[in-house]
Nanobody
Framework: QVQLVESGGGVVQAGGSLRLDCAASGFTFSSYNLAWFRQEPGKEREFVAGINWSGTMTHYGDSEKGRFTISRDNAKNTVYLQMNSLKPEDTAVYYC??????????????????WGQGTQVTVSS
């Protein structure tokens, strides 16, 4: 059974930091490209950051460049999102996702076959 389980969300003041973890099971993690998306109420899910299967390539949405860092540990079947200098507009539910197509980079939600349940991040001003 495929599972992606996010953790690490919470409430933080503007300018603070959080690290999100996503633990995976039930598929060959090291063969999948991974990504983080986020979604605000009433809005579409948007791409935040992506990383290729080996961890050698990363890419980010425009608003996250320089503040967020995606990484992965294939030995632990876990992908991370380090978020620094958080802003109130970063408030959203954050989801991790896995894509086994082999194509990289991909920023559309359609590209990802496995999804976690999401974790809430709230940044207070």
């Amino acid at each position: 059974q495929v599972q992606l389980v996010e953790s690490g969300g919470g409430v933080v003041q503007a300018g603070g930091s959080l690290r999100l973890d996503c633990a995976a099971s039930g598929f060959t993690f090291s063969s999948y490209n991974l990504a983080w998306f986020r979604q605000e109420p009433g809005k579409e899910r948007e791409f935040v950051a992506g990383i290729n299967w080996s961890g050698t390539m990363t890419h980010y949405g425009d608003s996250e460049k320089g503040r967020f860092t995606i990484s992965r540990d294939n030995a632990k079947n876990t992908v991370y999102l380090q978020m620094n200098s958080l802003k109130p507009e970063d408030t959203a539910v954050y989801y991790c996702a896995a894509d086994g197509s082999g194509n990289y980079p991909r920023t559309g939600t359609y590209a990802y076959s496995y999804w976690g349940q999401g974790t809430q991040v709230t940044v207070s001003s």
